[in-house]
T-cell receptor, first 113, second 114 residues
Framework: DAGVIQSPRHEVTEMGQEVTLRCKPISGHDYLFWYRQTMMRGLELLIYFNNNVPIDDSGMPEDRFSAKMPNASFSTLKIQPSEPRDSAVYFC???????????FGSGTRLTVV | AQTVTQSQPEMSVQEAETVTLSCTYDTSESDYYLFWYKQPPSRQMILVIRQEAYKQQNATENRFSVNFQKAAKSFSLKISDSQLGDAAMYFCAYRKGGSEKLVFGKGTKLTVNP
């Protein structure tokens, strides 16, 4: 089991550019989550999917953020246009059983300059 | 809204000694789960231990154990025989039963001194 795989590991982009973060959950896990980690706000849930369907996107900060899960093995988080305040570490996580915690990926560190 | 508080921004411990990290939470729910996650410099969040609120017995995982005080809403993590590899940020997290959202504390940075 390769775990939750995120790419890229680091992303540096200029303000106004489109950024796409990618995630491959653990096979068989039917829930997928996107979290953001910043020094100021800590870890925040952005959105989560169940069986590829978005269930709760109330944590998505603005319309500039969008997430998709076209199939059980792939999800994207897109920011368009990006702004410096979007700089953070973005984590993807997946889980199978409701009792247990998530399995997190290694995160993508996004820097918007 | 539920909140999780970790009152110790930083802690240090000597190798082979024992350290306890504090966590308190605020909730009016009776059904919930509590977790400790470790975040080493590699950045990945690793589940250390979990506790179901309905269980009175404290969870243990090898050198890691918790002191779950439900009435006091306290959930501390004890690390025994500390090792250099235990150095990391430790996050306490709460999840309400039936909810998918994890609420995290701000974290405690643990340093292990040789």
């Amino acid at each position: 089991d390769a775990g939750v795989i995120q790419s890229p590991r680091h992303e540096v982009t200029e303000m106004g550019q489109e950024v796409t973060l990618r995630c491959k959950p653990i096979s068989g896990h039917d829930y997928l989550f996107w979290y953001r980690q910043t020094m100021m706000r800590g870890l925040e849930l952005l959105i989560y999917f169940n069986n590829n369907v978005p269930i709760d996107d109330s944590g998505m900060p603005e319309d500039r953020f969008s997430a998709k899960m076209p199939n059980a093995s792939f999800s994207t988080l897109k920011i368009q246009p990006s702004e410096p305040r979007d700089s953070a570490v973005y984590f993807c996580a997946s889980r199978l059983d409701s009792v247990y915690g998530y399995t997190f990926g290694s995160g993508t560190r996004l820097t918007v300059v | 809204a539920q909140t999780v508080t970790q009152s110790q921004p930083e802690m240090s411990v000597q190798e082979a000694e024992t350290v306890t990290l504090s966590c308190t939470y605020d909730t009016s729910e009776s059904d919930y789960y509590l977790f400790w996650y470790k975040q080493p410099p590699s950045r990945q969040m690793i589940l250390v231990i979990r506790q179901e609120a309905y269980k009175q017995q404290n969870a243990t995982e090898n050198r890691f154990s918790v002191n779950f005080q439900k009435a006091a809403k306290s959930f501390s993590l004890k690390i025994s025989d500390s090792q250099l590899g235990d150095a990391a940020m430790y996050f306490c997290a709460y999840r309400k039963g039936g909810s998918e959202k994890l609420v995290f504390g701000k974290g405690t940075k643990l340093t292990v001194n040789p």
